[in-house]
């Protein structure tokens, strides 16, 4: 049997239907063929995740079937379709809600998008009664209910969530386990219970969102950022040891020679004695200090740490803001990716007595803490995620969201300011002579309010002289260019 063959095996609903009528057989022959290539590239974008694609496929498979069951109405047929073209129909209605959800949780859209998602899961409740088709599409809508209705304290239309939960025990290990794999962590009961299934399953499951996870920290990072910002003491050799033993050597002579030059071996050996002793407590003061300053990591390693750092930061500020960072053509919020400004933090934003920086051995700017804005721009707002970053043990010490309108926005810039002595002296520039950090190097985003969002990302004055007075980080520029072209768009 060929594979068209099989297809239509598979869907059997043939020549009782249509009779004699050849050409109309044909057609409907090649309606066969097109909701089985629909369904089966439906299934494809769904493994590749491509979910619009998903929705787009499913789409024009229930398009075709729906013309389908009208032909065959017409024709006096006693069902809508045959019962596996109905299980197939029921199922393309859940995938087509699977694939509006786009990965992310239902409280990230849109009312207008879960309107079609309900409708689509009642369709499939009704097509699919007393099959596993519709366990899944109730353990998708009551998921839907608890996160997108009930957490935002409205109430859903019937059936509710808990009725919904019921029928959780008639889903089979696939039908999980494809659920599990395209549906985002959710708020709510229905979201736990599909986990518990799940491990009984034996699905490797997640406690918590995966947006909220991030790489371990390793475990030497603590000790390691701190030491890049101390001072690496100047060296002192070991002289103490040959001190010593030339005022050994002193005693033992003069002892020797007997006389007076027992006096003159006591005096000079007693002097290169004590010269000795503070030889080897300054010898011993300088290893402690060594030890707390080196050995340091390399800048390499110091901006990989920032790199994960901001990238989990991105993530977690998807999760706050409740925004899907697909690319809109891919079916996500975003207009550009997420963009990160990153600039040294102001000791009041930590509540630490002085923020240090330095620059390694690149030339480059380096903070022990980081102030840290993630940028989504959306069609209609710019939604903003800041926080304060503690780089030695990567923990966000404040956190705080906002939105704007593109029409909100005044100004976007990057601008050097007059930095005041008290400010001044909050820095620790890390550096072996004292330098002069007079000028501030701000990244600055203008609300009509008066509100601004700052952030500062480097230092000018004597300061520059010692490096190029600019964090490491390189994407301030680029988040700075992008803003303002959207904001200028927007603003025609």
Request: hydrophobic share 40%; aromatic share 8%.
């Amino acid at each position: 049997m060929n594979e068209q063959q099989a297809t239509h095996q598979q869907f059997n609903v043939g020549e009782n239907v249509f009779g004699s009528e050849g050409g109309t057989q044909n057609i409907y022959l090649q309606q066969q063929q097109k909701m089985a290539d629909d369904f089966r590239n439906g299934l494809e974008a769904f493994k590749n995740h491509l979910y619009p694609k998903a929705v787009q496929r499913f789409e024009d498979f229930l398009s075709t079937a729906a013309d389908v069951s009208s032909a065959m109405a017409e024709n006096q047929s006693t069902d809508i379709a045959p019962e596996d073209v109905r299980d197939k129909t029921a199922r393309a209605h859940v995938y087509t809600a699977l694939g509006l959800l786009n990965g992310s949780a239902p409280s990230y859209h849109a009312p207008e998008v879960v309107r079609r998602i309900d409708s689509h899961l009642d369709q499939a409740r009704g097509l699919g009664a007393g099959k596993p088709v519709a366990a899944q599409a109730d353990a998708v809508w009551a998921v839907v209910k608890d996160d997108w209705y009930n957490a935002q304290g409205m109430r859903a239309q019937d059936p509710q969530p808990e009725e919904l939960r019921l029928n959780l025990r008639y889903l089979d290990r696939d039908d999980l386990g494809f659920l599990m794999e395209h549906l985002a962590h959710a708020e709510g009961p229905t979201w736990k219970q599909l986990n518990e299934m799940a491990r009984q399953f034996g699905f490797a499951v997640s406690e918590t969102d995966t947006a909220d996870q991030r790489d371990n920290i390793d475990p030497k990072r603590p000790t390691s950022v701190r030491k890049y910002f101390i001072r690496t003491p100047p060296r002192v050799n070991e002289t103490h040891q040959a001190i010593l033993i030339a005022a050994a050597v002193s005693l033992i002579v003069g002892f020797a020679a007997g006389g007076g030059f027992i006096l003159l071996g006591l005096i000079a050996g007693g002097g290169l004695g004590k010269w000795g002793v503070t030889q080897y407590q300054a010898f011993k003061a300088y290893k402690a200090a060594y030890a707390l300053a080196e050995p340091k990591p390399s800048d390499k390693q110091m901006d990989e740490w920032l790199e994960g750092d901001v990238e989990y930061i991105k993530r977690k500020a998807a999760r706050k803001l409740r925004i899907n960072t697909r690319l809109q053509p891919e079916g996500g919020d975003l207009m550009v990716p997420a963009l990160a400004v990153v600039g040294v933090a102001r000791a009041a934003e930590h509540h630490a007595p002085r923020t240090a920086v330095r620059w390694g051995d690149d030339g480059n700017l380096r903070a022990d803490h980081y102030t840290v804005l993630i940028l989504m721009l959306t069609d209609k707002l710019i939604s903003t995620y800041r926080c304060v970053v503690n780089f030695a043990t990567g923990d966000l010490l404040l956190d705080e969201m906002r939105e704007y309108h593109y029409s909100d926005i005044v100004g976007v810039s990057s601008r050097s300011i007059p930095l005041s002595r008290p400010e001044q002296l909050l820095v620790d520039t890390v550096a072996d002579t004292r330098t002069d950090i007079s000028i501030a190097h701000e990244f600055s985003l203008s609300i009509t309010n008066g509100e601004a969002l700052t952030v500062l990302t480097g230092f000018g004055g004597d300061f520059e002289a010692s490096g190029n007075g600019s964090l490491v980080w390189r994407g301030n520029d680029h988040a700075l260019r992008i803003i303002q072209a959207m904001v200028r768009s927007r603003h025609v």
